[in-house]
Every structure is written in structure tokens, then in C-alpha cells.
């Protein structure tokens, strides 16, 4: 009988955890009313669960809207606190780390190769990325990132395409 493997989480680096608290930071102090008027008492820092999907996305992490809704049951409260975040995007990490993107992207793109070139049209990228899917992105982000990453160019090489956009 073959024996289970078990994948366990990479630990982040301090500076990645650094990161992450900064982000919760500027979430955190972005909710406060004002005039703000401390307590003495000493409190955890909390978001409201609204906030936990932007918060993700933030830390550069795309949880779909089924994960999103079992961390959301996984919180106690209306609210989360960043060690509790930390646990999310621990889950996250190994759950997107375990996904084959570059492989997803050889075969859509294989797909849409029609002439077998290892090309694609620009104009085809932006179709796909404009139209496509529930996260569609900005024209204007997409324009910028593609004449950054490729100039003027009309056809990319499909590596290359996928290269560039693994660097973001």
C-alpha cells in the first residue's frame, strides 16, 4: 500500500510576514473613525471579515470565492486578527502553491497557437484577459504592463509571455 504524502506548509520569511503586517496595518487603520479616542484597555487589532478577501489579494494571493467562504467559516467572529490572517495565508499559500499555472497557460496558449508557431497576438492576450473570467483586468494596468514587459511587439513568444507574467 502506497504511503500518503503529506504537504506541509512552508514557513514565510520574516520579511514576508513584515509585508503582510503592513498590509493588515493599513486596513486596520483605514476603518478607524474619526475623531478616534483610545481606551485604556489594551486591544488586539481586528478587521472586520468583510475585509478579508481584499486583504488577501493585497498580500498578493487570489482565493476563489469557495476558499474564501471556508476561511470565513473558520473565523469565530465578525472580525479576524493578523495571527489569524497568518493562518489563512498559510492555507492559501500551500493550496496555490500546489497549482501547475505554467502548465494551465502552455495548454491554453498551445490551444490558441493556431499556426503552431510558439506565438501569440498581443491582441488575443488582451481579449482573454479583458473578457474573461470574474477578475477581469484594468485596460489601462494591461496596456502598461504589456508595453513594459513587450514595446510595441504585435506577437509574443508564449515562454516568454508566461515568464513576464510569473514575475508580478
Request: glycine share 4%.
Given at each position: 500500500m502506497?504511503a ?6 512552508k514557513?514565510?520569511s520574516?520579511?514576508k510576514?513584515?509585508s503582510?503586517e503592513?498590509?493588515?496595518e493599513?486596513?486596520?487603520y483605514?476603518t ?5 479616542t483610545?481606551?485604556?484597555q489594551?486591544s ?12 488577501l ?11 474564501l467562504?471556508?476561511y ?26 500546489q497549482i501547475p499555472?505554467?502548465e494551465?497557460?502552455?495548454?491554453l496558449?498551445?490551444f490558441?497557437d493556431k499556426?503552431?508557431?510558439?506565438k501569440i497576438n498581443i ?15 484594468n ?5 502598461n504592463f504589456l508595453?513594459y514587459a513587450f ?11 508566461i ?6
Open positions: 502506497k500518503k504524502t503529506r504537504v506541509t506548509p514557513s514565510f520574516i520579511s510576514i513584515q503582510f503592513r498590509v493588515f493599513r486596513l486596520y483605514s478607524i473613525t474619526y475623531p478616534y483610545p481606551t485604556k489594551k488586539t487589532k481586528t478587521l472586520p471579515s468583510s475585509l478579508l478577501s481584499t486583504c489579494r493585497l498580500c498578493g494571493y487570489s482565493p476563489t470565492s469557495s476558499q467562504f471556508v470565513l467559516n473558520m473565523l469565530k467572529d465578525e472580525t479576524f486578527s493578523f495571527g489569524q490572517l497568518l493562518d489563512i495565508l498559510q492555507r492559501q499559500d500551500l493550496y496555490e502553491s499555472f505554467k494551465i497557460f502552455m495548454q496558449f498551445a490558441l499556426n503552431k508557431e510558439n491582441n488575443v492576450i488582451k481579449e482573454i484577459l479583458l473578457k474573461e473570467g470574474s477578475d477581469r483586468c485596460e489601462t494596468d494591461l496596456n508595453t514595446g510595441n511587439e504585435t506577437e509574443v513568444e508564449i515562454n516568454d509571455f515568464h513576464k507574467l510569473s514575475l508580478i
